[in-house]
């Protein structure tokens, strides 16, 4: 990662890691078979040399079935290999998640285009070369096709009647990070900019949106098929490359007009209301950042089945179709508009400027999350963004401490230590391709939290001119051509951003960045104080846990609070390496006589009831750091009366919700007081209400001895929405405060929290909520209630209570508890109703299928999970499947069933909707049906190793799944050996978390036939063995060498003279060293891709090894390996140029596409024709260098053959 490294030095702009730089691209796809889900299509590259003599192209292709290559048309030779495909080779018996988990990263490492890797290597041919010195221009035509991707295309295709177009199918590009390789090849990365033509060749009823400006769409001679040109002529890297088709309804904004909206049929009604908002947007972000937008146009489409429910690419973005909603819904509206303005805060930055390396994520996440943030603030009012703030930073201060922490500017370089930085996590923060997906969540939260911290410091005014300041240069750089040089300008890069913020507001944030960003954890304070008389000082004492995961120690200033009846004073302390304790001194002497109003923080002045205080002391409540301008978690300690005033009387909902928090604890008649004065006040936030309502219920039941009058809140409930002349019956619904609709959807479900003295919910409450959804009027409503029925369900399931079982009678629905039975045929009803007339994204489904999961835990209907299964099949709303498939994970775990643990495993592999299998990794994750800790009969070797396998081979088409089922699997196993798993026969001999070989300076490897050792002395150089994991982390990967007798295998990383030998180019054509992941540098004489071959018997030939599986040991014959993925009819294009002759074959690995699909299991091993003398052995070393390690799928050892 040596341009990480960079970039902190001085910066010399971008180096890139290629010997080339890519200029312009051409993607046509010209077929798209939705019967087939297939693909058809050609790219080209437009490359100018870096260096003299070019003579390897490395580019990224995943799952791609490349049928020819050519440069400047001529035809090349070419050689595929993905290592992410099979991590650890099968016959591998190691199970424990470190080996795993350095594999991994490995095999990522080995076609990182970051680091100037590939998974397709293209050989130049050599009448090319010469143009090396004038550095003319090279064009790399491939052709390519995809059958049935699993990764990176997502087709549709609804299982109805009629052509494609009526039944709704389409196909979007979807993926995480840089996955735009999984559909065409390309240089897979954020640095690498070009200018784009694309072209898409559809039925004549489809639609294919994609990057840049239509220019024109052409229709064929049949008018049966027409092809949409588009062109984008800003530099723009592959990953934020996009493509949708389908039988989209268009919708042109009528406010501008250069923005258009696509959707699915029949939903234009929908689309008209969802983005009639949006141009108020666009306005918000070019009047902060007093810049224009950067394309020229911009593009929505909403798809059904999506992978997220935004993804943002230049110039379009790709939304879930379930984010469209009709005038009448209230709940589904600020998420939409929301999700809007994260799409376009990412416009800016995330697709028009682009980022130097995976370093350097967090400056565009964290400034796309901030200015989100502002819109959030002007649009939604300071309180929602305050509440917005306070959410994410509790929530990622919970995950720090949890796991341990997130770290915003990784970065790799030569100490031992730093090789990982982050050794309390399970995976590795090399690449995003290996972070969990909560991790990443994580990470974006704190990179906007982050850049809050940064305006803290620098004012909103300076933060925006630095951001202009990005996006200028950038707007510049984007016009220049190729030539210039100048379009680095448009990567943002940690310093560059730093350097900028220098520039701009002449202040350093030095310390503020080596805190927050350069390490990882967060802060953690407890506060309390005593107030002394007799110096009228408040004495406050502020202590730091600082050894707990996931924490670091804070110096440096915090503001704290202290509101008096003189007034609100802020006071800033310095925290000191080891000072705990503090005096503030004090304003006002206790003066209670003078009756007079109290200034509060916002100007406002308030008559106050001051019976409650303490008589000796004038401090009406205190708060520490109330600006949130550390990450930070405080647990502070004052009297209950202090905290009921700071409900009533603090006029920020930060402060209001921490004190609904801490009054949880303080269940007296002063604390019901407080919070049912906040339920009653308009005025109030309506978030804060709603918590208010739940800790009622909480203090409530707390009291249920002393509680006296009507149950908490029904009182409330009647006065302000029921009639006034029949007070059990609810008002016809008018939902046009929403402020009052949302305490009305609340109130239910908090009140049927109370209990009764036997821990029942009190009958007249059951009563009220049954009257509720009795009496429910919607006519005259222009709201749907479907959100607010929803609720009223969920507060039937909150009312449950374990059923008193009599001895071992079975459970029936005619013995049903006659509450219960009421709460049944209720869910029952609605469950009907909703068969007949379904709710907008069947939100009473889904608390109707919750209802039925804690009727089955409370033992009143008998545990079942098939209702739950064929709720969960595919073809319900995605919002029925999750809730269902919620249900069973939590059957699996408590009947401890392995048949639902079979079946949701089942649906991880098969389902056809990415985020479903998504959602069942992360939920087993979140519920397990086990775990380390304990003994489960679950725990068995065989669901080992088909989670081994599972995230082994089985998840390579999609990078999440894949960091799911890793989750799943620390989860279930932890770090090392399972323990269900019976001891390996030989005991391990690599301590992998120690990174030190046990056996030195030989490895075993693990057990297997025939094993040898590996000495370091067959070439005359002593090779050092050093630690195993080390030398994958670097990415050095194994090297073979072979003894006159047997071939051994092991992982030892290159001499350094040895690699020194090589660079300086000593092969016979001079031809350049393997890199890490590479697979070798192939030597003319022993591949000679020159001599003619008869294809058609090759391709036969090898065909006939596809049926036969092989087995270790026994090797299949010979393949030759510059064949790659051959198309099941023999094309013309294996004329003698691609193929090659068997005659000198190497034991190169090259996995085929549709081999892999129909084998996941076969690997070819060849035998070797050499005579074993020293010239021999120097080429075979060459030639296996890397072709035998995890990385690149093949196991550590190989059956030993003699010759």
Same mark, same amino acid.
């Given at each position: 990662?040596?341009?990480i490294k960079m970039?902190?030095?001085?910066?010399?702009?971008?180096?890139?890691p290629? !010997?080339?730089? &890519?200029?312009?691209?051409?993607v046509?796809?010209?077929?798209i078979?939705?019967?087939?889900?297939?693909?058809?299509?050609?790219?080209e590259?437009t490359?100018?040399?870096?260096?003299?003599?070019l003579?390897?192209i490395?580019?990224n292709?995943?799952?791609?079935?490349?049928?020819?290559?050519?440069?400047?048309?001529?035809?090349? !030779?070419?050689?595929?290999?993905?290592?992410?495909?099979?991590?650890?080779h099968h016959?591998?018996?190691?199970?424990?998640?470190?080996?795993?988990?350095?594999?991994?990263?490995?095999?990522?490492?080995?076609?990182?285009?970051d680091?100037g890797?590939?998974?397709?290597?293209?050989k130049?041919?050599?009448?090319?070369w010469?143009?090396?010195?004038e550095?003319?221009?090279?064009?790399?035509?491939?052709?390519?096709?995809?059958?049935?991707?699993?990764?990176g295309? =997502?087709?549709?295709?609804?299982?109805?009647?009629?052509?494609?177009?009526?039944?709704?199918?389409?196909?979007?590009?979807?993926?995480?990070?840089?996955?735009?390789?999984f559909w065409?090849?390309?240089?897979?990365?954020?640095?690498?900019l070009?200018?784009?033509?694309?072209?898409?060749?559809?039925?004549?009823?489809?639609?294919?949106?994609?990057?840049?400006?239509?220019?024109?769409?052409?229709?064929?001679?049949?008018?049966?098929?027409?092809?949409?040109?588009?062109?984008?002529?800003?530099?723009?890297?592959?990953?934020n490359?996009?493509?949708?088709v389908?039988?989209?309804?268009i919708?042109?904004?009528p406010?501008? +007009?250069?923005v258009?909206?696509?959707?699915?049929?029949?939903?234009?009604?929908?689309?008209k209301?969802?983005?009639?908002?949006?141009?108020?947007?666009?306005?918000f972000?070019?009047e902060?950042?007093?810049?224009?937008?950067?394309?020229?146009?911009?593009?929505t489409?909403?798809?059904?089945?999506?992978?997220?429910?935004?993804?943002?690419?230049?110039?379009?973005s790709?939304f879930?179709?379930?984010? %469209?909603?009709?005038?009448?819904?209230?709940?589904?509206?600020?998420?939409?508009?929301?999700?809007?303005?994260?799409?376009?805060?990412?416009?800016?930055?995330?697709?028009?400027?682009?980022?130097?390396?995976?370093?350097?994520?967090?400056?565009?996440k964290?400034?796309?999350?901030y200015?989100?943030g &502002?819109?959030?603030?002007?649009?939604?009012?300071?309180?929602?963004y305050?509440?917005?703030?306070?959410?994410?930073?509790?929530?990622?201060?919970?995950?720090?401490?949890?796991?341990?922490?997130?770290?915003?500017? !990784?970065?790799?370089?030569?100490?031992?230590?730093?090789?990982?930085?982050? !050794?309390?996590?399970?995976?590795?923060?090399?690449?995003?391709h290996t *972070?969990?997906?909560?991790?990443?969540?994580?990470?974006q939260?704190?990179?906007?939290?982050?850049m809050?911290?940064?305006?803290?410091?620098?004012s909103?005014?300076?933060?925006?001119?630095?951001?202009?300041k990005?996006?200028?240069?950038?707007?510049?750089?984007?016009?220049?051509?190729?030539?210039?040089?100048?379009?680095?300008?448009? *990567?943002?890069s940690?310093?560059?951003?730093?350097?900028?913020?220098?520039?701009?507001?002449?202040k350093?944030?030095?310390?503020?960045?080596?805190?927050?960003?350069?390490?990882?954890?967060?802060?953690?304070f407890?506060g309390?104080?005593?107030?002394?008389?007799?110096?009228n000082?408040l004495?406050?004492?502020?202590r730091?846990?600082?050894?707990?995961?996931g924490?670091?120690?804070y110096?440096?200033?915090?503001?704290v609070?202290v509101?008096? &009846?003189?007034?609100?004073?802020?006071h800033?302390?310095?925290?000191?390496?080891?000072?705990?304790?503090?005096?503030?001194?004090?304003?006002?002497?206790?003066r209670?006589?003078?009756?007079?109003?109290i200034?509060?923080?916002?100007?406002?002045?308030?008559?106050?009831?001051l019976?409650?205080?303490?008589?000796?002391?004038?401090?009406?409540?205190?708060?520490?750091?109330p600006?949130?301008?550390?990450?930070?978690?405080?647990?502070?300690?004052?009297?209950?009366?202090?905290?009921q005033?700071?409900l009533?009387?603090?006029?920020?909902?930060?402060?209001q919700e921490?004190?609904?928090?801490?009054?949880?604890?303080?269940?007296?008649?002063?604390?019901?007081?407080?919070?049912?004065?906040? *339920?009653?006040q308009?005025?109030?936030?309506?978030?804060?209400?709603?918590?208010?309502?739940?800790?009622?219920?909480?203090i409530?039941?707390?009291?249920?001895?002393?509680w006296?009058?009507?149950?908490?809140?029904?009182?409330?409930?009647?006065?302000?929405?029921?009639?006034?002349?029949?007070?059990n019956?609810?008002?016809?619904?008018?939902?046009?405060?929403?402020?009052?609709y949302?305490?009305?959807?609340?109130?239910p479900?908090?009140?049927?929290?109370?209990r009764?003295?036997?821990?029942?919910?009190?009958k007249?409450?059951?009563?009220f909520?049954?009257?509720?959804?009795?009496?429910?009027?919607?006519?005259?409503n222009?709201f749907?209630?479907?959100y607010?029925?929803?609720?009223?369900?969920d507060?039937?399931?909150?009312?449950?209570?374990?059923?008193?079982s009599?001895?071992?009678?079975?459970?029936?629905?005619d013995?049903?508890?006659?509450?219960?039975?009421?709460?049944?045929?209720?869910?029952?009803?609605?469950?009907?109703?909703?068969?007949?007339l379904?709710?907008?994204?069947?939100?009473i489904?889904v608390?109707?299928?919750r209802?039925?999961?804690?009727?089955?835990?409370?033992?009143?209907?008998?545990s079942?999970?098939?209702?739950?299964?064929?709720?969960?099949?595919?073809? =319900?709303?995605v919002d029925?499947r999750?809730?269902?498939?919620?249900?069973?994970?939590?059957?699996?775990r408590?009947?401890?069933?392995?048949?639902?643990?079979?079946?949701?495993?089942?649906?991880?592999?098969?389902?056809?909707?990415?985020?479903?299998?998504?959602?069942?990794?992360?939920? *087993?994750?979140?519920?397990?049906?086990?775990t380390?800790?304990?003994?489960?009969?679950?725990?068995?070797?065989?669901?080992?190793?088909?989670?081994?396998?599972?995230?082994n081979?089985?998840?390579?088409?999609?990078?999440?799944?894949?960091?799911?089922?890793?989750? &799943?699997?620390?989860?279930?196993?932890?770090?090392?050996?399972?323990?269900?798993?019976?001891?390996?026969?030989?005991?391990?001999?690599?301590?992998?978390?120690?990174?030190?070989?046990?056996?030195?300076?030989?490895?075993?490897p693990?057990?297997?036939?025939?094993?040898?050792?590996?000495?370091?002395?067959t070439?005359?150089?002593?090779?050092?063995?050093?630690?195993?994991?080390?030398s994958?982390?670097?990415?050095?990967?194994?090297?073979?060498?072979v003894?006159?007798?047997?071939?051994?295998?092991?992982?030892?990383?290159?001499?350094?003279?040895?690699?020194?030998?090589?660079?300086?180019?000593?092969?016979?054509?001079?031809s350049?060293?393997?890199e890490?992941?590479?697979?070798?540098?192939?030597?003319?004489?022993?591949?000679?891709?020159?001599?003619? =071959?008869?294809s058609q018997?090759?391709?036969?030939?090898?065909?006939?090894? %596809?049926?036969?599986?092989?087995?270790?040991?026994?090797?299949?014959?010979?393949?030759?390996q510059?064949?790659?993925?051959?198309p099941?009819?023999?094309?013309?294009?294996?004329?003698?140029e691609?193929?090659?002759?068997?005659?000198?074959s190497?034991? =190169?690995h +090259?996995?085929? +596409?549709?081999?892999?699909k129909k084998k996941?299991?076969?690997?070819?091993?060849?035998k070797?024709?050499?005579?074993?003398?020293?010239?021999?052995?120097?080429?075979?070393?060459d030639?296996?260098a890397?072709s035998?390690?995890?990385?690149?799928?093949?196991?550590?050892?190989?059956?030993?053959?003699?010759?």
């Amino acid at each position: 990662m040596h341009e990480i490294k960079m970039n902190r030095k001085k910066d010399k702009g971008f180096e890139s890691p290629r !010997p080339f730089k &890519l200029t312009h691209q051409v993607v046509c796809i010209n077929n798209i078979n939705f019967q087939r889900k297939s693909v058809i299509g050609y790219v080209e590259l437009t490359i100018f040399p870096t260096v003299v003599n070019l003579n390897r192209i490395k580019l990224n292709s995943k799952q791609c079935r490349i049928y020819r290559v050519r440069v400047n048309d001529l035809e090349a !030779p070419f050689i595929y290999n993905d290592p992410t495909l099979e991590v650890c080779h099968h016959e591998s018996k190691q199970r424990n998640l470190n080996y795993f988990s350095s594999a991994y990263t490995a095999a990522v490492s080995a076609v990182d285009p970051d680091a100037g890797h590939g998974e397709l290597v293209i050989k130049v041919p050599s009448e090319l070369w010469k143009q090396g010195d004038e550095m003319n221009v090279l064009k790399v035509y491939i052709e390519f096709s995809l059958d049935q991707p699993k990764g990176g295309l =997502h087709f549709v295709v609804p299982d109805v009647e009629g052509s494609m177009a009526e039944r709704g199918a389409h196909v979007f590009s979807f993926g995480y990070q840089n996955s735009t390789r999984f559909w065409f090849p390309c240089v897979d990365s954020y640095s690498e900019l070009c200018t784009w033509k694309l072209e898409f060749t559809v039925d004549a009823s489809m639609v294919a949106v994609s990057c840049g400006d239509l220019v024109e769409t052409v229709y064929t001679h049949d008018m049966r098929k027409k092809t949409f040109h588009y062109v984008l002529p800003i530099p723009t890297a592959a990953p934020n490359i996009s493509l949708s088709v389908g039988p989209f309804e268009i919708l042109v904004d009528p406010y501008m +007009h250069e923005v258009t909206h696509f959707c699915l049929p029949q939903l234009l009604p929908l689309l008209k209301h969802s983005m009639s908002y949006l141009h108020e947007i666009f306005e918000f972000y070019e009047e902060i950042l007093t810049c224009r937008y950067p394309y020229s146009c911009f593009k929505t489409v909403f798809v059904d089945e999506a992978y997220v429910q935004v993804s943002s690419y230049a110039s379009m973005s790709i939304f879930s179709t379930n984010l %469209l909603h009709s005038a009448m819904i209230i709940d589904q509206t600020p998420l939409t508009r929301r999700c809007l303005a994260q799409a376009l805060a990412q416009q800016f930055f995330g697709c028009f400027i682009s980022r130097m390396s995976w370093a350097d994520e967090w400056v565009l996440k964290g400034i796309s999350g901030y200015i989100y943030g &502002l819109y959030l603030k002007k649009t939604f009012g300071v309180n929602q963004y305050r509440h917005w703030i306070k959410e994410e930073l509790d929530k990622m201060v919970e995950y720090e401490l949890k796991m341990g922490g997130v770290l915003l500017h !990784p970065t790799f370089g030569g100490g031992k230590d730093k090789d990982n930085p982050t !050794p309390h996590l399970h995976f590795s923060i090399k690449h995003p391709h290996t *972070l969990s997906w909560k991790y990443y969540k994580m990470f974006q939260c704190k990179a906007h939290l982050v850049m809050r911290l940064i305006e803290n410091r620098i004012s909103m005014e300076f933060m925006l001119q630095v951001f202009n300041k990005l996006l200028s240069l950038a707007s510049t750089a984007s016009s220049q051509k190729y030539q210039s040089h100048m379009w680095s300008q448009m *990567l943002v890069s940690t310093h560059s951003f730093l350097k900028s913020i220098s520039n701009v507001s002449g202040k350093d944030i030095g310390p503020l960045i080596k805190q927050w960003v350069d390490q990882s954890a967060v802060v953690k304070f407890f506060g309390s104080f005593a107030f002394n008389r007799k110096r009228n000082v408040l004495e406050l004492e502020i202590r730091q846990d600082y050894t707990s995961s996931g924490t670091q120690k804070y110096v440096g200033p915090i503001k704290v609070t202290v509101q008096e &009846l003189d007034g609100s004073f802020n006071h800033t302390l310095q925290i000191e390496e080891n000072s705990l304790k503090h005096d503030i001194p004090c304003h006002s002497k206790s003066r209670r006589n003078k009756k007079k109003k109290i200034p509060l923080m916002n100007g406002e002045e308030v008559d106050m009831d001051l019976s409650a205080m303490d008589a000796d002391s004038p401090l009406l409540w205190i708060r520490i750091d109330p600006d949130m301008s550390i990450l930070r978690k405080v647990e502070f300690e004052q009297a209950d009366f202090m905290w009921q005033y700071q409900l009533r009387y603090e006029r920020d909902v930060v402060a209001q919700e921490e004190s609904i928090l801490a009054l949880e604890k303080f269940p007296t008649p002063a604390s019901r007081l407080a919070l049912t004065d906040i *339920l009653e006040q308009d005025q109030c936030f309506y978030k804060v209400r709603q918590g208010a309502c739940f800790c009622l219920a909480k203090i409530a039941n707390s009291m249920m001895s002393t509680w006296t009058g009507p149950p908490a809140m029904k009182s409330l409930f009647t006065r302000m929405f029921c009639c006034k002349s029949c007070p059990n019956i609810v008002k016809t619904n008018n939902f046009i405060s929403f402020q009052s609709y949302f305490l009305q959807k609340t109130m239910p479900v908090a009140m049927a929290q109370l209990r009764d003295i036997q821990n029942l919910c009190p009958k007249d409450v059951l009563n009220f909520i049954l009257d509720l959804i009795k009496y429910n009027d919607n006519r005259k409503n222009k709201f749907s209630d479907n959100y607010y029925r929803a609720e009223l369900i969920d507060a039937l399931t909150n009312s449950l209570t374990p059923a008193i079982s009599i001895s071992n009678e079975v459970r029936t629905v005619d013995n049903l508890n006659g509450d219960v039975r009421l709460i049944l045929e209720e869910i029952t009803r609605f469950l009907n109703m909703e068969k007949l007339l379904p709710s907008y994204r069947n939100t009473i489904t889904v608390s109707c299928l919750r209802a039925i999961r804690m009727l089955q835990k409370n033992g009143h209907i008998p545990s079942d999970p098939s209702l739950f299964k064929s709720y969960a099949e595919y073809g =319900h709303f995605v919002d029925v499947r999750v809730a269902a498939l919620e249900a069973v994970v939590d059957y699996t775990r408590i009947d401890r069933s392995s048949v639902e643990l079979q079946w949701l495993l089942n649906m991880v592999q098969n389902d056809p909707a990415h985020y479903i299998r998504h959602k069942i990794l992360s939920m *087993l994750g979140k519920n397990p049906p086990f775990t380390k800790a304990a003994e489960s009969p679950l725990c068995n070797e065989a669901l080992v190793d088909q989670l081994w396998k599972l995230m082994n081979s089985g998840t390579s088409h999609d990078w999440r799944l894949r960091c799911d089922a890793v989750n &799943l699997y620390y989860t279930l196993f932890g770090l090392t050996r399972p323990s269900c798993l019976p001891l390996p026969e030989l005991g391990l001999v690599l301590n992998l978390k120690e990174k030190k070989a046990v056996l030195n300076p030989t490895i075993k490897p693990e057990q297997g036939p025939g094993t040898t050792e590996i000495t370091g002395n067959t070439m005359g150089v002593h090779i050092p063995v050093m630690g195993f994991t080390s030398s994958l982390d670097e990415g050095l990967i194994a090297m073979e060498t072979v003894s006159s007798v047997s071939m051994s295998s092991g992982v030892a990383p290159l001499p350094q003279g040895l690699k020194r030998k090589l660079d300086s180019g000593v092969g016979p054509l001079g031809s350049s060293p393997p890199e890490p992941g590479q697979f070798n540098t192939m030597e003319e004489d022993e591949i000679d891709m020159e001599s003619p =071959h008869d294809s058609q018997a090759f391709i036969h030939h090898h065909l006939n090894i %596809l049926e036969r599986p092989s087995t270790p040991g026994k090797e299949p014959p010979v393949v030759d390996q510059a064949v790659l993925s051959l198309p099941v009819t023999p094309l013309p294009s294996f004329s003698k140029e691609s193929t090659s002759s068997s005659k000198h074959s190497t034991d =190169h690995h +090259h996995h085929h +596409h549709h081999e892999h699909k129909k084998k996941k299991k076969k690997k070819h091993k060849h035998k070797h024709k050499h005579k074993h003398d020293s010239k021999d052995k120097d080429k075979e070393r060459d030639s296996h260098a890397f072709s035998n390690s995890p990385a690149s799928g093949r196991s550590m050892r190989s059956p030993s053959m003699s010759d």
